[in-house]
Nanobody, 119 residues
Framework: QVQLVESGGGLVQAGGSLRLSCAAS????????MGWYRQAPGKQRELVAA???????NYADSVKGRFTVSRDNAKNTVYLTMNSLKPEDTAVYYC?????????????WGQGTQVTVSS
């Protein structure tokens, strides 16, 4: 059973910081990309940031310069460091991993963690 377990969400004031973590466990052969999506009430889920196994990164324009995605390959863990948070960053944040647990790669998702930024 493959799992992605997130931690680190919470309530923070505008301008503050949070760090999200997501650890993958189970029968994993290899992990390609890992990253974070978010979904605010009434909106579609959107990509926030992603990092490849080689360290390449991709960010949504709205978070560039404020958020940093990183990963620890030895621990199968991805992190999202969020600085200068804004009320519009309020959403449920979902970790994902594109990985091989069998013959073909699949996407796996965490359960989501709430991030609330107060003004």
């Amino acid at each position: 059973q493959v799992q992605l377990v997130e931690s680190g969400g919470g309530l923070v004031q505008a301008g503050g910081s949070l760090r999200l973590s997501c650890a993958a466990s189970g029968s994993i052969f290899s992990i390609n990309a890992m990253g974070w999506y978010r979904q605010a009430p009434g909106k579609q889920r959107e990509l926030v940031a992603a990092v490849t196994s080689g360290g390449g990164t991709n960010y949504a324009d709205s978070v560039k310069g404020r958020f940093t995605v990183s990963r620890d390959n030895a621990k199968n863990t991805v992190y999202l460091t969020m600085n200068s948070l804004k009320p519009e960053d309020t959403a449920v944040y979902y970790c994902y991993a594109h990985m091989f647990t069998g013959a073909i790669p699949e996407d796996y998702w965490g359960q989501g963690t709430q991030v609330t930024v107060s003004s």
